[in-house]
């Protein structure tokens, strides 16, 4: 029988998606099953960009240029000025989601066998897409107890090597919501000077930020030009997961030049997804003030029904639509399956992701869980009565 590669083998699973299988067969039983595993948004669509699908009226799909539609980018200019970002056209691929995004940039600025350096817990994806490249994930630790901030610089430098070649950070951050300051970003910045490292970030929920606390992007970072990739996506901000349209950003030429050998290498990115993801840039800014409204009611609902619970903690997180969630349980892939498998609360039962997948350090993250607050209020109340209901007959409840 042919053998299955190296690469294969050590590709992981998705913490997000590994567990669908027992859920699909709760539903079946007649469970009701709340989706609390994967960030994938109930907030509609903006209009506009729908209209765009609906009023397309080209009479042949044909390929976009391999950086993507020249008036999406143009118009993406305009859009990152908002932020006080400025570029060019040609500073942007555009690409099948930010997944994509974050492959062209590992690829072009590292061999197999090189190293990234990644704060964790981290999106878990991370790890996949580090195989895929042939590139080292090197973690240092943020605890919950600091809400995941920023390690200090002592920690970057204890783990750089002559392979070191790009840190890694989401901002604000997915697995944690944790919003980076500016003295965190600057922190950033003076490491990749210092060491001339690439500094990759993942903003695709800079729109999402609580607190009144700003986003602060690598991108408004002054002689860090040369080192920055801006990795962004449309999923998140304008509650289009499926549109798949992502984009790897930079100023550095030389790698831009790199990455579109890749980009041309798959042809082109959606057009469907770049003519609605264009249209979406003109979403009246009241949108986002209601989305935003809507998942600080949603945070606060998680947050205070985590921290009532016994021997449970989270963080209140400032960005993103997520917390880690520390559960006085022995195994969390065992509880997160447990919960799909063996309970319900007056037949309904959470699906929560484990945070063993966020993390590269085995046996990290037993005790935690990621939850995506994208249900709305009265869902998420539900199956927060679920979450404290489970850990009161979990067997390996550990207090």
Not at 13 to 25: D, G, N, Q, T
Not at 190 to 216: Q, S
């Amino acid at each position: 029988m042919p053998t299955i590669s190296q690469k294969g083998r050590q590709m992981p699973e998705s913490p997000i998606r590994k567990l669908v299988p027992f859920a699909e067969v709760a539903k079946k039983r007649g469970v009701k099953v709340y989706h609390l595993n994967i960030g994938q948004p109930d907030i509609e669509t903006p209009e506009v960009a729908l209209n765009a699908i609906r009023n397309f009226d080209e009479r042949v799909i044909e390929y976009s240029h391999s950086a993507g539609i020249i008036s999406y980018r143009e118009k993406l200019v305009d859009y990152y000025k908002r932020y006080d970002i400025h570029i060019t056209a040609n500073d942007i691929i555009i690409t099948a989601g930010a997944s994509e995004a974050i492959l062209f940039a590992m690829n072009s600025t590292m061999d197999d066998g090189d190293e990234i350096i990644i704060p964790e817990p981290f999106y878990a994806n991370y790890n996949g897409f580090a195989v895929n490249a042939g590139v080292k994930v090197v973690p240092i630790p943020s605890g919950i107890e600091t809400g995941f901030a920023l390690p200090p610089i002592s920690e970057f430098e204890k783990v750089i090597t002559s392979r070191t070649k790009a840190i890694m950070v989401c901002n604000p951050n997915n697995p944690t919501g944790y919003l980076y300051s500016k003295e965190e970003v600057e922190t950033l910045r003076d490491i990749a000077l210092k060491h001339d490292l690439y500094l990759f970030a993942d903003e695709v929920y800079r729109e999402f930020c609580y607190d009144e606390k700003d986003h602060i992007s690598v991108m408004n970072l002054e002689g860090l030009e040369q080192n920055v990739v801006l990795i962004d996506s449309v999923s998140k901000r304008y509650s289009a997961c499926g549109f798949r349209v992502g984009a790897m950003i930079s100023k550095n030429k030389e790698l831009m030049a790199t990455a579109m050998k890749f980009a041309q290498a798959r042809l082109s990115p959606p057009t469907f997804g770049q003519v609605a993801a264009e249209a979406a840039i003109d979403t009246p800014e009241e949108y986002f003030e209601n989305v935003l409204n809507e998942y600080l009611a949603r945070r606060d609902v998680v947050v205070e029904a985590i921290n009532s619970i016994k021997g449970a903690f989270c963080p209140n997180p400032s960005g993103a639509f997520y917390v880690v969630a520390k559960l006085p349980i022995d195994d969390s892939d065992r509880f997160c399956q447990w919960l799909l498998e063996d309970f319900n609360y007056n037949g309904e039962t959470v699906m929560l992701a484990p945070a063993t997948g966020f993390y590269a350090t085995k046996g990290k993250g037993l005790d935690e869980v990621r939850i995506s607050y994208v249900l709305n209020v009265d869902d998420l109340k539900g199956s927060m009565k679920c979450l404290e209901e489970a850990l009161k007959v979990y067997p390996g409840r550990t207090i």
